[in-house]
């Protein structure tokens, strides 16, 4: 049971209820994280907003989806695993390519460097040593993306921090556990 209950549209506030009408628009639902994170019209708003923007940069959706798996095995979130390897499922990002992130590993050199980044930065809080950042440039990630690759992992921690607070009852098929030595 979740700690945080799920408000549902027409329990919501008029300014909560638009915004779920937003997210049911792009996503054709409204997800329970989502339901959760209601019962705050600054927390939803501040979540809705840092998604937008960075739904919009340079990394394509494909990475920006695996930073997310990577998040979400990193800080053991059941929730944001279960959504993500769904979306990326309805991506049509290949199952191996969505377990391989969840390890930290691309075949594409530029994107292992931009899953290496994900990893330091969340392994590291931030402190990324000078050898992880020689290579993330030397496989040719600008210094905009990986601003970027920092405001995914942002975003991912704040729902799998979420996530893991709130209980949110998960509503997406569940995944198989994965050990790993990246974990």
């Known amino acids: 049971m979740s700690r945080i209950h799920t408000l549902e549209s027409e329990n919501a506030s008029q300014e909560v209820a638009a915004l779920y009408d937003a997210v ?3 996503l054709g639902l409204v997800p329970n994280m989502v339901k959760a994170l209601g019962n705050s019209q600054a ?21 920006r989806e695996k930073i997310a798996l990577l998040s979400a095995q990193l800080n053991d979130c059941d929730y944001c695993l279960r959504a993500h390897t769904a979306i990326g499922s309805l991506m049509k990002i290949p199952s191996d390519e969505l377990k391989a992130a969840r390890h930290a590993e691309s075949t594409d050199l530029k994107e292992q460097a931009i ?10 809080k931030g402190q990324v040593p000078e050898s992880t ?3 993330v ?6 210094e905009a993306e990986a601003a970027e690759v920092v405001a995914n992992v942002a975003v991912n921690l704040y729902t799998n921090y979420f996530n893991r607070y709130a209980q949110t009852e998960c509503e997406f098929p569940e995944v198989e556990a994965a050990q790993c030595s990246c974990c």
């Not at 440039?137 to 600008?142: C, E, L, P, R």
């Open 24 to 26: 049911k628009q792009k």
């Open 43 to 63: 927390a939803l708003e501040g979540y809705l907003g840092l998604s937008g923007a960075v739904s919009g940069d340079s990394l394509s959706p494909q990475t």
């Open 115 to 124: 899953l290496t980044l994900t990893k330091a930065i969340i392994e590291t």
């Open 133 to 135: 950042q020689i290579a």
């Open 137 to 142: 440039k030397s496989a040719g990630v600008t």
